[in-house]
């Protein structure tokens, strides 16, 4: 009888079981006061003022899921609120699902006559590091020919504005289908000259009228490119002219010609996984906004409008996490959570990150005990992932607040629960 009464009570604490019950009570019975901590006094010290703040506070909310030490938490847990950048929790989700981590994202390289045709599909991860590895993998297709011209087709995709703001800003690079470090470039005036900030890319023609253009100083100033995915597919090329055959060689953006012949598909030599890693811990728009418009991909490559390929990829995330996860009343119109037309509970984060939860390791580390990703737009900061209780275990938070607060309240918040 004693060994049956361990055995049980070492079941009640286990995570499979407080996750249950938290599940349970908040189909039936979410006013209990002995299951959830909706008093500030049940909280401890640390964590209690916090909570305080975030309940005066009539456009936030929060849910924290059980642990041995606290009961799970959960205040306007239902609900829908901007989630910002940890909607990207959300993509990588999605892209997991869609390609698998060991995901590789082509280009194609093909010839006719005398030029070498790019086509791009939105690899979201060309840099000029990269384009390195393609000329070396390109030399033997080119040993016996003459290129004297580079071809561009960016038609996988139209124009797109998705959730893009009017500064040069990097974290408004626009997407597009073939584009280079994430569609910015990065400058520094030295003696009065613009140059390239970085060594691996070499100073173009349109990154020098760029770089006159937006005044930049003696300090290095990424920005993104502001044009559409002609712009993007110049400065693409531009680049790729100078490391892959060390001059200038005219270019034409068009259509891949019919009778043009495939030579090369690279893969980018860094999967999914590895994207997925740099997405989240930088907050990169471009990346998430490429994945997500590639993710209803079946139709890449053909003649869709901008409001074809938006519409498709907005329908794929919908439809997709409403059977993956039950959701209701949720919006999600771009994969960056630059949109101020997204919206989420805290609760259906909750449930987003049961499912991340073997990739849990995709997210940024704050500390040892805190991996989460933060959201921030005007009047938002959100904080969303994992923090590791007493006993080691790893449980899941989500602080969802749509009104001007000090931007480090949610680290306090993720630390006073990890400690």
Not at 231 to 256: K, N, W
Not at 321 to 332: D, H, L, R, T
Not at 398 to 403: D, G, H, K, T, V
């Amino acid at each position: 009888m004693i060994s049956f009464f361990a055995h049980l009570s070492a079941y009640f604490n286990t995570r499979r079981f407080q996750l249950s019950f938290l599940i349970i009570t908040c189909l039936f019975g979410v006013n209990a006061p002995l299951t959830f901590a909706d008093k500030t006094d049940e909280l401890d010290s640390a964590l209690a003022p916090l909570m305080a703040q975030v309940r005066q506070s009539a456009k936030s909310s929060v849910m924290v899921e059980a642990s041995i030490e606290r009961p799970a938490i959960h205040i306007r847990e239902d609900m829908p609120l901007l989630p910002a950048s940890t909607l990207k929790i959300l993509t990588a989700y999605l892209a997991i699902q869609r390609w698998g981590l060991d995901h590789h994202f082509t280009t194609d390289f093909y010839v006719e006559g005398s030029t070498l045709w790019i086509k791009g599909y939105g690899d979201p991860y060309l840099v000029s590091e990269e384009l390195l590895l393609i000329k070396s993998a390109l030399a033997p297709y080119l040993r016996d020919k003459t290129i004297l011209q580079i071809g561009i087709d960016t038609s996988a995709f139209p124009d797109v504005d998705l959730g893009r703001g009017d500064s040069d800003n990097p974290y408004d690079a626009g997407n597009a289908a073939l584009a280079l470090n994430f569609n910015s470039v990065n400058l520094i005036r030295q003696q009065g000259v613009i140059q390239s900030a970085e060594p691996q890319t070499p100073i173009t023609a349109l990154a020098q009228t760029l770089g006159q253009e937006m005044a930049v100083g003696s300090k290095a100033k990424r920005v993104s490119l502001p044009g559409g995915r002609e712009m993007s597919a110049q400065y693409f090329a531009e680049v790729f002219s100078q490391i892959v055959f060390d001059q200038d060689l005219p270019i034409r953006i068009g259509l891949l010609p019919q009778q043009a012949q495939p030579i090369y598909q690279h893969h980018n030599s860094k999967n999914l996984e590895q994207v997925l890693i740099a997405m989240l811990k930088y907050s990169n728009n471009f990346i998430a906004n490429q994945l997500f418009l590639m993710m209803a991909s079946d139709q890449l490559g053909t003649a869709l409008s901008a409001t074809e390929l938006v519409n498709n990829a907005r329908q794929y995330a919908m439809t997709e996490s409403a059977e993956a996860f039950g959701w209701k009343n949720y919006a999600v119109v771009d994969g960056a959570g630059l949109s101020r037309d997204n919206y989420l509970s805290a609760e259906q984060m909750m449930v987003l990150l049961e499912h991340f939860r073997p990739w849990r390791y995709l997210l940024s580390q704050r500390n040892s005990r805190v991996q989460a990703k933060t959201g921030t737009l005007t009047g938002v900061r959100t904080y969303a992932g994992y923090y590791q209780d007493a006993s080691n275990e790893w449980r899941a938070f989500a602080l969802m607040m749509n009104e001007q607060i000090a931007w480090r309240f949610r680290y306090a918040f993720a630390d006073a629960l990890a400690n």
